[in-house]
């Protein structure tokens, strides 16, 4: 298990860019709104070629000049996402399925914590938000056992899985089927953030609030305990398909509140802020090209 207990990505007053473990003052310090609000953020350096391994917390202790996310591109060889994944936002709509609905994000989706977002002209109309609670995995692993699975898990972050909707379903785009690849695959698509906070820290899941606001309004307000399958079957049920490797992102679905429900898609210049209980707020702005 890692040395860390909350592990962010930022950049120092000497310009150099570094992993730590921010010194917080309990465990539902906000390390994104704390920084989002001027408040000088600390962290003790974390040395160590692999994160997940063999890193180790050292003595010297930085000041948070920009935070960033806290994986990049290279760290990550997939993001996985889980669809149709919250018993609240299914009830009505779609009857809920039977086994986890699996869909891909490419490494090339991962964002940073505070970036812009670029959304291509072609997917403007119908951008949208869906907050995620996200699970780092941390040890590679195949066929793995439900009553096992956290033991893979690194940590947990803050997670938007940004989508087309007109691309996703809307048949003019998508045709007669709904498809999940295009609609939410575009480069940045997955900002993480603000870091990524330990399993030894989090112990249960599944007893999380999560809350999504677009410019300070709150549209997303659900707790994880609503997740259809948690994330002990998750892992256990995808990790039959392809080997579930080091540094893998599983983002478990998003509750109701997503702007395509009301029409309240996002728009250029938007703020949107996704908190959860004890992880922190994840930051980004919306930028149209």
């Known amino acids: 298990m890692s040395d860390w207990n909350r592990l962010i990505r930022f950049e120092a007053n000497d310009g150099k860019i570094y992993r730590g473990d921010a010194i917080v003052s309990d465990s539902d310090y906000d390390i994104g709104k704390q920084f989002a609000e001027g408040k000088t953020i600390?962290?003790?350096?974390?040395?160590?070629?692999?994160?997940?391994?063999?890193?180790?917390?050292?003595?010297?202790?930085?000041?948070?000049?920009?935070?960033?996310?806290?994986?990049?591109?290279?760290?990550?060889?997939?993001?996985?996402?889980?669809?149709?994944?919250?018993?609240?936002?299914?009830?009505?709509?779609?009857?809920?399925?039977?086994?986890?609905?699996?869909?891909?994000?490419?490494?090339?989706?991962?964002?940073?914590?505070?970036?812009?977002?670029?959304?291509?002209?072609?997917?403007?109309?119908?951008?949208?938000?869906?907050?995620?609670?996200?699970?780092?995995?941390?040890?590679?692993?195949?066929?793995?056992?439900?009553?096992?699975?956290?033991?893979?898990?690194?940590?947990?972050?803050?997670?938007?899985?940004?989508?087309?909707?007109?691309?996703?379903?809307?048949?003019?785009?998508?045709?007669?089927?709904?498809?999940?690849?295009?609609?939410?695959?575009?480069?940045?698509?997955?900002?993480?953030?603000?870091?990524?906070?330990?399993?030894?820290?989090?112990?249960?899941?599944?007893?999380?609030?999560?809350q999504t606001r677009i410019n300070g309004d709150l549209r997303q307000n659900c707790g994880t305990d609503d997740l259809l399958f948690n994330i002990s079957r998750i892992i256990a049920f995808i990790s039959q398909e392809t080997t579930l490797e080091q540094g893998t992102v599983i983002m478990t679905g998003t509750p109701n509140g997503c702007g395509g429900i009301d029409g309240k898609y996002l728009k250029d210049g938007d703020h949107v802020e996704i908190t959860i209980d004890q992880i922190g707020t994840l930051s980004h702005n919306i930028k149209f090209l």
């Open 42 to 210: 600390k962290a003790r350096v974390v040395v160590g070629s692999n994160i997940f391994t063999d890193a180790k917390v050292s003595d010297e202790v930085l000041e948070v000049k920009k935070l960033l996310g806290p994986l990049t591109a290279e760290d990550v060889p997939v993001v996985k996402c889980i669809g149709m994944n919250y018993k609240e936002h299914l009830m009505g709509i779609i009857e809920p399925p039977p086994y986890p609905q699996l869909f891909y994000k490419p490494r090339t989706s991962v964002a940073d914590q505070n970036e812009d977002i670029p959304i291509p002209l072609f997917a403007q109309n119908t951008c949208d938000y869906e907050g995620e609670l996200c699970v780092v995995i941390g040890k590679t692993g195949k066929n793995i056992n439900e009553e096992d699975s956290l033991s893979y898990v690194a940590g947990y972050v803050s997670g938007n899985d940004l989508s087309a909707r007109d691309w996703q379903y809307f048949p003019e785009y998508a045709g007669k089927t709904p498809q999940l690849g295009f609609s939410k695959s575009f480069d940045r698509y997955a900002p993480l953030g603000p870091a990524i906070v330990s399993s030894k820290i989090i112990k249960d899941p599944h007893a999380l609030q999560l």
